[in-house]
């Protein structure tokens, strides 16, 4: 049996469930009543059962706390880059569009409200992001101020349109700073790049195009959404991989 204890009362649970199975157990052997011949052995059950419960409560916190580090960025919550690699979906036949997402001048944010700021306005980044998809869309933090959203099922011309929502809705929703040289709402806006998994495709290719198209937003203007096109986006961006995308514009 695998025991899930989480709170106070489901330790007391698993105690009691302990101490029944002493009572039962010591009436089965004497082949007497219940009580009161069974209050010695219940007496020494009940506090080590409960004691049990607690270390038991408290190894699978930690089990948690660890598969919660594991597979998520600490400071935003969304998936990190490993285990969204590891969640890239397998069905080759389906589409799915990529979008890379990238907040526009991060780094001008960073230098004129604080570090604890660009935290801040990370996490409501993140949480935007997460809160305007599917429940079956990915969404992953690359680095940086650098994001990534998988959307299985899903065409490049859906994704585009998806990418164009979380663009206004970005834009629409500023982030709230209560500390710094600059309190209340401060705008932000993002740029995206679209591109496809494609069938027997790597996550590092599809990142790659996607990366194109996102540098190409950033080029035209920023605040938009641009979908990879070979023919207009055949150039290197920069002279670091490509797998590892990083904008700080």
Known sequence: MHWQIETAGDVRRFA??????????????????????????LMIAAPLSYAMGQRLAASQRHARALEEAL???????????ASLCASVPGDSARPCAVILADIDHFKVFNDRHGH?????ALRHFAGLLRGN?????????L????????MPGTTMADGLRAANRLARRIR?????????????????????????????????ASLKRADRALYRAKGTGR??????????????????????PHHST
């Open 116 to 120: 604890a700021a660009g935290d801040l």
């Open 71 to 81: 597979h998520h960025d600490p400071l935003t919550g969304v998936r990190s880059r």
């Open 133 to 141: 998809c599917r429940n079956s869309d990915l969404v992953a933090r």
């Open 16 to 41: 009691a469930m302990i101490c029944l199975g002493v009572l039962v157990a010591d009436a089965l052997l004497r082949g007497v009543a219940l009580l009161p011949g069974a209050l010695p052995a």
């Open 172 to 204: 629409q929703s500023p982030v709230f700073l209560d500390t710094g040289p600059v309190t209340g709402p401060v705008p932000l806006t993002a740029s995206f790049g679209v591109a496809a998994l494609l069938p027997g495709d790597t996550l590092d």
């Open 143 to 150: 680095g940086g101020e650098e994001f990534v959203i998988l």
């Open 223 to 244: 605040d938009r959404a641009c979908l990879h096109d070979p023919t207009l986006d055949t150039a290197p961006t920069r002279p670091q991989s490509a797998a590892q």
